[in-house]
């Protein structure tokens, strides 16, 4: 059965029709929209999603080339190891690291293949923390490089997350020994 092309006034109409398909009609839409055989593993839920997105791309547009090359980039990354996949930022060579430590300004190199400190090469941050402080550090820490650590009063940015609302759906603020101190007017202890 083929399909006229798709405007984009059709479009939703068409795509909300898809959950009333069966699996038979789902798999025959993919052929078309996809040009092959939908995988026998699918599922209706997952076939009506992706076909969504198909109609949506040719209609509207897909993804950019640029956008495509670095998901191919991140598939082949993880099909090797996990370590190849990672998912920190990366730096760029030629970017230089500065850390004071004890009184001591280290000053390292980030190169195509790892890093330079002391005119020495390191695979790691981390080996190079270690090697400054004597003791085991994570090296994007040390250098500042990775951001604090989310918990249940703050983001991954360090900014105080909004409490849920409690049962009677008003939101409290967890306050501070200073902040209630100020509060009422006293001066905080030092």
Do not use: C
Request: charged share 25%.
């Amino acid at each position: 059965m083929a399909h006229k092309p798709l405007d984009a006034k059709s479009l939703e109409a068409e795509i909300s029709g898809l959950g009333d398909l069966g699996l038979k009609e789902l798999r025959a839409r993919w052929l078309t929209h996809y040009g092959r055989p939908a995988p026998r593993f699918f599922r209706s839920k997952l076939l009506v999603r992706a076909i969504a997105y198909q109609m949506r791309a040719q209609v509207h547009g897909g993804l950019s080339e640029a956008t495509k090359r670095r998901l191919r980039e991140i598939a082949a990354a993880a099909r090797g190891t996990a370590a190849d996949a990672v998912v920190m930022p990366r730096i760029k060579p030629g970017t230089k690291l500065i850390r004071t430590y004890r009184e001591a300004v280290h000053s390292v190199l980030v190169l195509d293949e790892g890093f330079e400190w002391q005119e020495r090469r390191y695979a790691s941050l981390s080996a190079i923390a270690t090697a400054i402080t004597g003791t085991r550090w994570n090296g994007w820490t040390f250098f500042g490089l990775k951001g604090p650590t989310p918990t249940h009063q703050h983001d991954g940015r360090g900014k105080f997350k909004r409490p849920p609302p409690g049962p009677d759906g008003k939101v409290t603020w967890v306050r501070t020994h200073r902040a209630r101190m100020r509060a009422q007017g006293e001066a905080p202890r030092a």
